[in-house]
Nanobody, 113 residues
């Protein structure tokens, strides 16, 4: 069972990126999914939770800028990130909520000011 994240890159402040994540159908179909991030010097943290029905719950610091979605048929979750800030720089991961004790490689997001 793995998680595969993609879509990261280098973007200027104010720009946008769209992240994608594939997970095993066993995990995906039975759980809420989440996007997490680890920024330099901090612990990995949950930034958005998305239920199997597509209901979302965002951390305050991404509300209004990030939008999570999931495609149950494709077994994917997405994270549209707009108005990116330098503080958003970090490695982004997907996992179920609560998280499994194993993680994918993540995808690096670098926001230059």
């Amino acid at each position: 069972v793995t998680f595969e994240e993609s879509g990261g890159g280098v973007v200027q402040a104010g720009g946008s990126l769209r992240l994608s994540c594939s997970a095993s159908i066993l995990i995906f179909s039975r759980n809420d999914m989440g996007w997490y991030r680890q920024v330099p010097g901090k612990e990995r943290e949950l930034i958005v939770r998305i239920t199997s029905f597509g209901e979302t719950d965002y951390a305050d610091f991404v509300k209004g800028r990030f939008t999570a979605s999931r495609d149950n048929a494709r077994v994917k979750v997405y994270l549209q990130m707009n108005n990116l800030k330098s503080d958003d720089t970090g490695v982004y991961y997907c996992n179920r909520v609560p998280a499994e004790n194993y993680w994918g490689q993540g995808t690096q997001v670098t926001v230059s000011s």
